[in-house]
């Protein structure tokens, strides 16, 4: 997990997301498929009021493999987890 940037990447053609993380001196790629879960949109500060077209603020999660081997939280185990950029 020791990455020096993390970059989300969408490969158009099969329609799928990375999630690509460099790794090292000679910057090497690790990618991991993802999926889009959940988008929230920008929102004006003073006013709170949803802004649909901005992006400056916009967050996209995306649910991936979990790095151990379950997630668990009260017993109950789920073999994926969710980041939001």
């Not at 969408?10 to 879960?37: I, M, N, Y």
Request: aromatic share 12%; charged share 20%; hydrophobic share 35%.
């Amino acid at each position: 997990q020791n990455c020096r940037a993390i970059n989300y990447v969408l490969d158009r053609r099969r329609r799928q997301w990375f999630k690509c993380c460099s790794q090292g001196l000679a910057s090497r790629w690790k990618c991991v498929e993802v999926t889009p879960s959940a988008w929230f949109d920008s929102a004006d500060e003073a006013s709170g009021m949803v802004d649909p077209f901005g992006t400056e603020a916009a967050q996209e999660c995306f649910r991936m493999p979990a790095y151990d081997v379950g997630n668990c939280v009260f017993g109950h185990c789920m073999y994926t987890s969710e980041q939001c950029v």
